[in-house]
Nanobody, 122 residues
């Protein structure tokens, strides 16, 4: 029951790129959520051994991947928009069905990083 820790956030101009990292990637389902000021937390991308889903707003721009040798999860973010500005959280779950939906409820079987800030300036 290891809590994931994310890194790689920062400031970038519109159209730029950032790559977020999360470790250790030891759970069956791992992914990324984000929360902008004054808004609810929303799912970004989830990945398991046999499935991958993305939020509609990031399809074609973001890529979630996992390096098993380094035991690390990544979120490559390209063509960033000002609307992508948010606190990004690495999320992990041992639930077999977790990666089928972004509708996580904060159960004890789900684990969250402390967040890394991404700011996209226009």
């Amino acid at each position: 029951q290891v809590q994931p820790v994310e890194s790689g956030g920062g400031s970038v101009e519109v159209g730029g790129s950032l790559r977020l990292s999360c470790a250790p990637a030891v759970y069956y389902c791992m992914g990324w959520f984000r929360q902008a000021p004054g808004k609810e937390r929303e799912g970004v991308a989830l990945r398991s051994a046999d499935s991958t889903i993305y939020a509609e707003s990031v399809k074609g721009r973001f890529t979630i991947s996992r390096d098993n040798a380094k035991n690390t999860l990544y979120l490559q973010m390209n063509s960033l928009k000002s609307e992508d500005t948010a606190m990004y959280y690495c999320a992990a779950s041992a639930r077999l069905s977790a990666c089928s939906s972004f509708g996580w409820t904060g159960a004890g079987s789900d684990f969250w990083g402390q967040g890394t800030q991404v700011t996209v300036s226009s």
